[in-house]
């Protein structure tokens, strides 16, 4: 159970390698579309250049006095980087202008930031549309705070979660990622100014979601999907189970083994249908 002297009133929750996955990999996805802008790569390259560049990047956020005129702006800007990146890996180039002309690689970038930005380039969690309603009938207030950009309302929307959900915020627009704590007091006053120690907060990654949830005094929950041991544990298991956002994410290069007393004593699901059996029971609402 998770343990508290006073009841739940909300359940934040992560989004990619939580409520939804990629329908594919980010390296599938990259060959198909830098082979349409005339650039050939193979998939399983792109899979391992993907997971350095979006390792390397700083927090799917603008920093204070960010120089872009839009936040649209900032997220192309981000991923642009991260995407050509990920293809200047695959490549093993120092410079992609070797092998294809900026062109191309603007029209790769753009088909792949438009393609994440369709439902049908995400699946959702079998048992996250059920959760979701079991935690509502329950009376908590439900929010999905993501490592993620703009792009995260629509796909919630047209996957059917946004309705089931009071609030989205994704990082760009929290102007903090995960686990900067920032981001978690963001969503509490979108909820209504709620106490962190009367919210819980689930995802799949223990430096992101535990130990940044906990840092901002929330209780959390650890998806272990893999049923990872606390020896074995680290941030990367976690990043190499979701290629998402494209992260969502925000796994760093520097600093991404979780804390020991985070992989000790988080409590741990394998499933998300398995949530409701560790929560204190709530009132349903009337």
């Not at 990259?30 to 399983?44: N, S």
């Not at 223990?206 to 840092?215: F, S």
Request: include cysteine.
């Amino acid at each position: 159970m998770v343990s508290a002297a006073e009841p739940l009133l909300a359940v934040t929750l992560d989004a990619g390698g939580t409520l939804i996955a990629n329908v594919e990999s980010v390296g599938e996805t990259y060959a198909r579309l830098a082979r349409d802008a005339g650039i050939e790569a193979d998939a399983t390259k792109l899979d391992d250049g993907f997971r350095r560049a979006f390792a390397a990047a700083p927090p799917l956020a603008p920093p204070p006095g960010d120089a872009h005129a839009t936040l649209l702006d900032f997220e192309h800007a981000w991923w642009r980087r991260v995407a050509l990146e990920s293809l200047r890996l695959a490549l093993g180039v120092e410079d992609l202008a070797q092998v294809a002309t900026a062109d191309a690689c603007e029209r790769f970038f753009l088909a792949a930031f438009a393609h994440y930005a369709q439902p049908s380039a995400w699946r959702v969690d079998p048992d996250a549309v059920a959760v979701l309603r079991e935690l509502r009938a329950r009376g908590l207030r439900l929010a999905v705070v993501s490592n993620f950009d703009a792009r995260l309302h629509g796909v919630l929307a047209g996957l059917g979660l946004a309705e089931l959900v009071d609030v989205v915020l994704p990082s760009s627009e929290a102007g903090a990622a995960k686990p900067d704590p920032a981001i978690f007091r963001r969503a509490l006053a979108l909820l209504g100014g709620l106490p962190a120690a009367r919210c819980l907060h689930v995802g799949d990654s223990l430096r992101e979601d535990v130990d940044g949830a906990t840092a901002a005094g929330l209780r959390a929950v650890w998806l272990d999907r893999r049923g990872a041991s606390a020896r074995s544990t680290t941030d990367q298991d976690a990043a190499d189970a979701r290629t998402t956002n494209a992260r969502s994410t925000d796994a760093r290069a520097t600093d991404a083994r979780p804390s020991a007393t985070s992989v000790a004593d988080a409590p741990r699901v394998p499933r998300i249908a398995r949530l409701a059996d560790l929560l204190p029971l709530a009132q349903p609402s009337a």
